[in-house]
C-alpha cells in the first residue's frame, strides 16, 4: 500500500501570477488575487512532515462558504467573531471568511502548559467581555474550558470542525467593504486584567504589509517558515496575513510542536527548498543554539544557507545570544549578514522599522545611567550595555523621538518613541479614554523608550513597564494584582519588573512590603508569592521582601516601577533576609 503522505506536495516558491505587494483596498481583495495564482500555506506536524498544503485559491474557497454560513446565522458587518488561534486550517478559513462576511474576527490565544484550566477560563473571559463577541469558535479538544468562558460571557460557544462540517448556503449576498473600516481586533500585548482591543483597518495592515514585503526586498522564489502563535501581532500579521497580501508560500510548525522540539524549525528550513525568511524572537535562537551545544554533525543535518531573513523581534535583542546562534550554526551555512533586526508593536499594525536586508545586527554601547536618567556616579567605573540597531522606518512610516516637553530631540538623545503613519491603529475597541492617551494628531505615542541615529532607531527600553519573558508580554499590573489576592496585602504593596539574571536572560523581579516579623512565617509566604508569579508568567522569579513603605511613590502617590527597579538595582532597597 503507498502512504498517503509521500503524494501531498508543498504549495510551490514560484508562481506566474505578478507578485503585488499588498497593493489591495481590503484584506478580501488581496485574498481574492493570491487565489489567482498557485502559492499557499503548508501545514507540518512536530517532525515537519507535510500534513495539508493548503493552497490560497483552496483557502478562499473555504472562507466565503464561512461567510455564507455566517451570514445563514445572522451574523451582521461589525460583530465581532472570537477565534482560538491554533495554527491550522481551520483558523486560517475561519479568521478570513468572518472578513469576507463584514464581521471583525478576534484571535485569542491557546492555553500554556503552566497556570491551569481556571486561568485560562478566566482569561478568555477577560478578552471576551472586552470584545463582546457573539460566537466564540475552538477546535474540539478545548471545548470544555471555551464553552465554560463562553456561557460565563453569554456568547454562543462554537466547536469549529463541526460548524465547518455544515452545508452552506449556495448563495449569500456579501457586503461590500471599504479600505477605512476595521478588519480585525489583536489583543496579543493587552493585559490579561485590563486588556486593549487593538482596531485595525484594511488599510493600516495592507499599508504594513506592504512595508514587510519592501522592506525585506521580497525576492521571486522567497519562502517562509513559522513556528510563531497566531494569537500574537508578530505570528498573525507578520507570518499569516503578510503572505497572503504579499503572495509567498509559507510553512507551518505548530508553537506547541516547536516548544517540544525546538530544532524541528531548523529541519524545516533544511528541508524546505527556497526556505529564505523565518522569524523568532531571540529566545528562539538561544533555545536552538543550547539544545544543538551538545551535538556533532551540524553541517550533516542542517543546510542553513539559503535563509536571508533571520528576523528578530517582540523581544530584547540579545547580541551575545546572536552570536552564540552563528557560532552553533555557521558549518550548517548560516550567515551572520541574514539576521533582520526590527521595532513594532500591535498599535502601529505590527513593523514601524526594519533592518535593511545584508546589515545584520549593529551595536552601540551606551552608559547605563544615560539609560535610567540617573547622574552618573564618577566613584564607580562606567558600566555599558550593548544596544542593538532595530533599522529605518518602513515604508510611509515617520518616526520621531521626543522629550518630556512633546518636542523632538536630536540625534542619540534618549527620549519617548512616536510614530505616524497609514498603518497606525484605528482606535482600542470601546476605549476612547486610552485611545486619546496615546493618539495625538495622529501620531502614536508608543511609551517605549530610544533613541535615533543616522535614520536608525535604537530601543533602549519599554512600553509602560512592559515585562516581555520569551517573547510573551507580561504588565506589571497583573503580576502585581495577582499577588494582591493573596491575604494580608493591598494595592501598592507590590512592585513587579525585570531584571537581568547572571546569564544575561530576562527574568520577573517582585518586591513585596512584607509585615510579618517570624522567619519561618516569611520564607512560606515569599514561596506563595513564587508559585503565583510562576502560575502567571511561567518562570521562576525574584522575590524580595522590603520593609513597609520602602517602594517609592511619585508625586500624585502612584507607584513607581521604574524608580523602585533603580533603587533595587543600586542596593538601595534592602530586602529582609530570609535565612532561618
Known amino acids: 500500500m503507498t502512504d498517503t503522505a509521500t503524494l501531498l506536495v508543498p504549495t510551490p516558491n514560484q508562481d506566474k501570477l505578478p507578485r503585488r505587494f499588498s497593493d489591495f483596498g481590503t484584506f478580501g481583495e488581496a485574498l481574492d488575487y493570491?487565489?489567482?495564482?498557485?502559492?499557499?500555506?503548508?501545514?507540518?506536524?512536530?517532525?515537519?512532515?507535510?500534513?495539508?498544503?493548503y493552497p490560497y485559491a483552496e483557502l478562499r474557497q473555504d472562507a466565503l462558504a464561512v461567510a455564507r454560513r455566517l451570514i445563514a446565522r445572522g451574523v451582521k458587518p461589525e460583530d465581532r467573531i472570537a477565534l482560538?488561534?491554533?495554527?491550522?486550517?481551520?483558523?486560517?478559513?475561519?479568521?478570513c471568511g468572518v472578513i469576507y462576511a463584514g464581521a471583525w474576527p478576534v484571535p485569542l490565544p491557546l492555553p500554556t502548559s503552566f497556570g491551569g484550566k481556571d486561568n485560562y477560563i478566566e482569561q478568555l473571559v477577560v478578552q471576551l467581555r472586552?470584545?463582546?463577541?457573539?460566537?466564540?469558535?475552538?477546535?474540539?479538544?478545548l471545548g470544555d474550558m471555551c464553552g465554560a468562558a463562553a456561557a460565563r460571557q453569554g456568547c454562543e460557544g462554537i466547536d469549529w470542525q463541526?460548524?465547518?462540517?455544515?452545508?452552506?448556503?449556495?448563495?449569500?449576498?456579501?457586503?461590500?467593504?471599504?479600505?477605512?473600516?476595521?478588519?480585525?481586533?489583536?489583543?496579543?500585548?493587552?493585559?490579561?486584567?485590563f486588556p486593549h482591543g487593538v482596531a485595525v483597518t484594511h488599510e493600516a495592515l495592507l499599508d504594513n504589509l506592504a512595508g514587510h514585503a519592501h522592506g525585506m526586498e521580497l525576492q521571486p522564489d522567497d519562502r517562509c517558515v513559522s513556528w510563531l502563535p497566531w494569537y500574537h501581532d508578530m505570528g498573525l500579521v507578520g507570518c499569516f496575513l503578510s503572505v497572503i497580501a504579499n503572495q509567498v508560500s509559507v510553512d507551518y510548525l505548530k508553537t506547541e510542536?516547536?516548544?517540544?522540539?525546538?530544532?524541528?524549525?531548523?529541519?524545516?528550513?533544511?528541508?524546505?527548498?527556497?526556505?529564505?525568511?523565518?522569524?523568532?524572537?531571540?529566545?528562539?535562537?538561544d533555545i536552538c543554539a543550547r539544545r544543538i551545544s551538545s551535538q556533532s554533525h551540524v553541517a550533516e543535518r542542517f543546510d542553513l544557507s539559503r535563509w536571508r531573513i533571520a528576523g528578530n523581534g517582540a523581544d530584547m535583542i540579545r547580541p551575545d545570544v546572536m552570536q552564540g546562534f552563528v557560532n552553533a550554526f555557521a558549518e550548517a551555512g548560516f550567515k551572520a549578514a541574514a539576521f533582520l533586526p526590527s521595532y513594532g508593536l500591535a498599535e502601529a499594525t505590527l513593523a514601524v522599522t526594519i533592518m535593511p536586508p545584508g546589515e545584520g545586527i549593529r551595536v552601540e554601547l551606551v552608559e547605563e545611567e544615560r539609560l535610567s536618567g540617573t547622574p552618573r556616579d564618577l566613584s564607580r567605573p562606567a558600566r555599558y550595555r550593548a544596544i542593538v540597531n532595530c533599522g529605518k522606518p518602513v515604508q510611509g512610516m515617520l518616526v520621531e523621538i521626543r522629550g518630556e516637553a512633546g518636542k523632538p530631540l536630536a540625534d542619540h538623545h534618549i527620549g519617548k518613541v512616536w510614530c505616524k503613519g497609514r498603518s497606525v491603529m484605528h482606535s482600542y475597541f470601546r476605549d476612547p479614554e486610552s485611545t486619546e492617551a496615546c493618539l495625538v494628531d495622529g501620531w502614536l505615542d508608543t511609551g517605549d523608550m530610544g533613541y535615533m541615529a543616522d535614520g536608525y532607531l535604537f530601543i533602549v527600553g519599554r512600553a509602560k513597564d512592559m515585562i516581555i519573558i520569551n517573547?510573551?508580554?507580561?504588565?506589571?499590573?497583573?503580576?502585581?494584582?495577582?499577588?494582591?489576592?493573596?491575604?494580608?496585602?493591598?494595592?501598592?504593596?507590590?512592585?513587579?519588573?525585570?531584571?537581568?539574571?547572571?546569564?544575561?536572560e530576562e527574568v520577573p523581579a517582585v518586591l513585596v512590603h512584607c509585615r510579618v516579623s517570624d522567619p519561618v512565617e516569611r520564607k512560606k509566604l515569599h514561596d506563595q508569592i513564587k508559585d503565583k508569579v510562576r502560575s502567571i508568567t511561567g518562570m521562576n522569579c525574584v522575590v524580595e521582601l522590603v520593609p513597609p513603605r520602602t517602594l517609592p511613590r511619585t508625586s500624585s502617590g502612584k507607584l513607581s516601577r521604574a524608580k523602585a527597579r533603580n533603587l533595587y538595582l543600586a542596593g538601595e532597597i534592602q530586602p529582609y533576609s530570609l535565612a532561618a
Open 130 to 141: 472586552s470584545s463582546d463577541p457573539s460566537i466564540l469558535f475552538f477546535p474540539a479538544e
Open 162 to 193: 463541526a460548524f465547518l462540517a455544515t452545508p452552506a448556503p449556495a448563495e449569500a449576498v456579501l457586503p461590500t467593504a471599504r479600505p477605512d473600516q476595521i478588519c480585525y481586533l489583536q489583543y496579543s500585548s493587552g493585559s490579561t486584567r
Open 84 to 95: 482560538i488561534a491554533e495554527t491550522g486550517a481551520e483558523f486560517a478559513a475561519l479568521f
Open 471 to 504: 517573547g510573551k508580554n507580561h504588565w506589571p499590573q497583573d503580576i502585581e494584582w495577582a499577588v494582591e489576592q493573596l491575604p494580608g496585602f493591598h494595592q501598592g504593596d507590590i512592585a513587579a519588573f525585570s531584571v537581568q539574571a547572571e546569564n544575561g
Open 257 to 285: 510542536d516547536f516548544a517540544r522540539r525546538p530544532l524541528a524549525w531548523l529541519d524545516m528550513i533544511s528541508r524546505n527548498q527556497g526556505s529564505s525568511i523565518s522569524y523568532s524572537p531571540t529566545f528562539g535562537y
Open 34 to 53: 493570491a487565489a489567482q495564482g498557485v502559492r499557499g500555506l503548508n501545514f507540518h506536524d512536530a517532525r515537519g512532515n507535510l500534513l495539508r498544503p
